[in-house]
């Protein structure tokens, strides 16, 4: 598995933490690749097909999934969302979208939440959860509850769906549970939430 991320720091350390577990490492490849020039979804999805052709052109069979993670970002969207989307598809490329921001899928790990929220505020509630200051995360807080928090996103997923509310109007929400599924860990998780 190949993971496009757009964030440096709190999804590559969430994603490292998670690649670093036993049942991870035995069962699945993950290799995470960031974008810190560009930072917006079509960019990375565009270089998650570039890199999924060159791959296929060559025969290289040692990737067998490819994922973008990424933010829709409020009060101010990121451009061509629906393109990026799009794109995505067109190129068997899966995303992991977080609505409004990475912070929201973090901040489920500890508590429902289910109003809509700017990403200033998800960053803000998620810190209270683990005392953090700035954009690094120690994995180990959120891995253990890592099955509530993909009950959680599954639940607003339903939610959006009953109310015909798609990206990036399905806030707040994240498919990070989708990623999570891929590698086998959505049943996953010492605690309970």
């Not at 290799?31 to 565009?46: A, M, N, R, Y």
């Not at 290289?60 to 970002?73: H, K």
């Not at 500890?110 to 960053?123: I, L, S, V």
Request: proline residues 5%.
């Amino acid at each position: 598995m190949l993971v496009f991320c757009e964030g440096d720091k709190t999804e590559p350390d969430y994603l490292n933490g998670l690649r670093r577990l036993p049942e991870v490492r035995r069962n699945a490849a993950v290799k995470i690749e960031i974008d810190t020039d560009h930072g917006v979804p079509l960019t990375l999805v565009k270089l998650a097909a570039e890199r999924k052709k060159r791959n296929d052109q060559v025969g290289s069979g040692a990737v067998d999934e490819y994922w973008c993670v990424f933010d829709v970002e409020w009060p101010r969207n990121h451009p061509d969302l629906d393109q990026a989307v799009r794109l995505a598809r067109q190129n068997d490329i899966k995303l992991a979208i977080s609505n409004p921001c990475f912070e929201i899928w973090l901040l489920l790990h500890f508590k429902d939440h289910t109003r809509w929220t700017d990403t200033a505020t998800a960053e803000s509630e998620s810190k209270k959860h683990d005392g953090r200051t700035g954009k690094r995360i120690d994995a180990s807080v959120y891995l253990p509850k890592r099955a509530a928090a993909a009950r959680r996103t599954a639940a607003l997923a339903t939610m959006h769906k009953k109310n015909n509310k798609r990206t990036p109007h399905d806030n707040p929400s994240s498919t990070m549970f989708a990623l999570l599924n891929a590698l086998g860990q959505e049943a996953r998780g010492d605690e309970r939430d």
